[in-house]
Each structure stands twice: as C-alpha cells, then as structure tokens.
C-alpha cells in the first residue's frame, strides 16, 4: 500500500524503470522492486519501442551520447545501448493529436535526430503492458530486417508496415505469434475478455466465409445489418 501511494521509495539506480526495461529486453531477470517498477508504470500510458541502428558504421557517435540526445527529445523516454543497437522506450501520449494519432509528431521528431545521428530506426507496435518490452524490441528489430529488404532507401520503419514480410520470412522464426498482431486485433482481444460478445469470433467467421456478410450472418444466425 505503501509502495502505490509513493513510488519513490522504490528509488535507486538498480531498481529504476530503465534498469528493468533493460533487463527485459537483454533476457535477464527481474528483482522484485523492478516487478514493482513495471506494474506501477504499465497498464495505463501506451508505449513504443524503437531499435536505432547506425546506418553509416564508419560515423558512428558516442552511443551514450546518442541516447542523451533521443531522452532530451521525447518526454519521460529511457534509452540505452544494446550491442551495436540503440534500444528506446517512449510514450505515445505527449506525441498524440486531437485524434489520438501520433505518427506524424513521431515521424517529424525522429527524422531530425535520424539525420543529426546518422541513424535509421525500426519501431514496434504500441503496447501498455511493460512486461511485453521484450516483445516490443523483437517488433522493432524485425522491422529493420524486413523494411531493409524492400525500402533499403528509408529512415523509419514500423513493425505494422512489415508484419506480413517478417512473418512469411520468420515462419519458423521465434517471435510469438502475438507479436504479429495489430493494434485494432488488440483492442478487439481486450475488448472480448470483459464483453459479452466475441468479436474475435465474429471477425474469424467473416473471414472463413469470403468475407461475406449475408453467409456470416447466416452461421450467426444474426441479422445482416448486425453484422
């Protein structure tokens, strides 16, 4: 109780949020304090991750420096280096427009620091569960491979963009197959463990009938419009 009501008696350099961001995203496990961390911070804001990779080797800057850069750009960001890639965490929320879409802001900001950075960065689906940071890298990171392949000229490369690409290259890859699933395929899986109709049902009915709203509605047995 004590815990929820101030966080900042889970203070320290070991048991910040980027410690266990990082610890998720390199495999290594978690302290109880950093679980504390995680569940505090998730669950409410939506987050991205983006894997920032050095697109001339030759000209690379201090990675330290690269992350000072990218955590002075975007609000409440934790970046750090992971081999030769630069791993950043970052909310959408500061970012979002009155439609609650924040690629443009995103696109805008990154394409400036990509420049000056000499960088190209692969970027995840949004998530609110921290715990999936690992997930989240694996998106980012696949983006690149993918993107790379068809779009070798761009800077920016999101994970929903090439989904379909990774997923025919990975197909027996070890990504989880959650990792594969849209924002939208999200909200409809939220949306079925606490209402009382199953979209996910409705949705693989309309898909194994051609897409035809008169044959769902029929194995429905529902109304047209309904469906």
């Not at 569960?129 to 920016?156: K, R, V, W, Y």
Request: glycine share 6%; charged share 20%.
């Amino acid at each position: 109780k004590a815990i929820e009501r101030n966080p900042a008696v889970l203070g320290g350099e070991q048991t910040t949020l980027k410690t266990a961001l990082m610890n998720l995203v390199c495999g290594y496990p978690l302290t109880a304090n950093q679980k504390w961390k995680l569940n505090l911070a998730g669950g409410r804001d939506a987050y991205l991750c983006l894997s920032l990779h050095s697109a001339r080797p030759s000209s690379r800057l201090p990675r330290g420096y690269i992350c000072s850069v990218f955590e002075s750009a975007f609000q409440d960001a934790a970046a750090f280096p992971k081999k030769n890639t630069i791993v950043c965490f970052l909310k959408t929320e500061s970012l979002a427009d009155r439609r609650g879409d924040y690629h443009a802001a995103l696109n805008r900001r990154l394409k400036q620091l990509l420049s000056e950075t000499s960088g190209i960065a692969g970027i995840s689906n949004s998530f609110t569960d921290l715990g999936s940071a690992g997930i989240a890298f694996a998106q980012a990171e696949a983006a690149i491979d993918s993107g790379m392949i068809t779009n070798p000229d761009s800077e920016l490369y999101y994970f929903q963009s090439y989904a379909l690409i990774s997923m025919i290259i990975n197909s027996t890859g070890s990504l989880p197959a959650e990792a594969y699933f849209s924002e939208r395929l999200q909200d409809l899986i939220r949306h079925d463990k606490t209402g009382p109709i199953s979209y996910l049902d409705t949705l693989r009915v309309f898909l194994r009938s051609g897409q035809s709203y008169s044959k769902t509605a029929e194995e429905l047995y529902i109304h047209r419009s309904t469906v």
